[in-house]
């Protein structure tokens, strides 16, 4: 599921901030952004994030800045030589131009240079407990997120489940007239040969409308599509991670419909089919979702 939420935080030394981001995966994924020196924190901070999300990729970065920092300043001492040493040759060239001043030489770009003294190593492993209780802040503000999508979710995955039910329902009621259509179109067939050939012995026609039937049996397709029905819906209610489980009943519900496509002979059969696997297609996009 997808979600988002951040968190910040602050001590003496510095201010930070943690962003929280998941989107669908069929597994666990973590991505970290960690500022330079916090390395230390990536294996724990990745466990935790494992924790709070069982399926999905998951993005976490952190930003940090210096609380009142002064940055320092100072000569860069190639570029200074470089220019002083030019002077001369100008002097030369524009020999009524004013001599070079140190305020101006100083203003020219590069010459003096800020540098960030950056937190000590002593100041960031004292920030790791109060950045770690803020990351678990993030992360449950991020569950919660992504709690308010699955409740929405499940509605919509009640409603595909039911037509699922519905329709297998359908196709039991189409499969249980199929042994009559199929003798009566076997004995069509039949009177159209009797033209032409011998009668054939009724033996011989019984014969061939049971193998025909037991050809286009369902029965056994149509069972197993309302035990899985059945299963997802002890799935939706039980409290745990359901979302591998669905992905494998999704793949037992397309093999279920596409036996069932393969076997019909009837044209409604068929088309109760198709359905199915139009939703079932549907509903197995909405399952990605789920953890």
């Given at each position: ?234 799935l939706m209610v039980a409290d745990a991670a359901i979302g591998r489980k669905l992905d494998f009943l999704c793949q037992e519900f397309n093999r279920e419909a596409n036996t069932l496509c393969s076997k019909s002979t009837d044209v409604e059969l068929t088309r109760v089919g198709l359905e ?16």
């Amino acid at each position: 599921m997808t979600g988002f939420a951040s968190a910040e935080g602050h001590n003496d030394d510095a201010s930070w901030g943690w962003e929280a981001r998941s989107v669908n995966g069929k597994g666990t994924d973590v991505r970290l952004r960690l500022p330079g020196g916090f390395e230390a924190l990536e294996q724990p901070v990745r466990e935790r994030a494992k924790k709070a999300v069982r399926r999905g990729n998951v993005s976490l970065s952190l930003t940090l800045s210096r609380t009142g920092s002064t940055d320092s300043v100072r000569l860069n001492d190639d570029v200074f030589n470089a220019v002083t040493d030019l002077l001369p040759e100008l002097a030369a060239r524009v020999p009524d131009a004013a001599p070079a001043s140190l305020d101006g030489l100083l203003a020219l770009r590069g010459v003096l240079e800020s540098v960030d003294e950056g937190l000590s190593e002593e100041q960031m492993e004292q920030m790791h407990p109060a950045l770690m209780a803020d990351l678990e802040v993030a992360l449950l503000a991020l569950g919660d997120m992504r709690a308010e999508e699955g409740a929405r979710l499940t509605v919509v995955l009640e409603e595909q489940i039911n037509s699922i039910g519905a329709l297998t329902n359908e196709a039991l009621s189409l499969a249980a007239m199929q042994p009559d259509a199929i003798a009566k179109r076997l004995k069509e067939q039949v009177d159209a040969l009797l033209k032409d050939i011998p009668a054939l012995p009724t033996e011989r026609l019984a014969q061939e409308a049971a193998l025909l039937m037991t050809k286009a049996d369902v029965s056994e397709e149509l069972d197993r599509l309302a035990a899985h029905v059945s299963a997802v819906r002890d799935l939706m209610v039980a409290d745990a991670a359901i979302g591998r489980k669905l992905d494998f009943l999704c793949q037992e519900f397309n093999r279920e419909a596409n036996t069932l496509c393969s076997k019909s002979t009837d044209v409604e059969l068929t088309r109760v089919g198709l359905e199915l696997k139009v939703v079932i297609e549907q509903f197995r996009e909405q399952v990605q979702n789920i953890e």
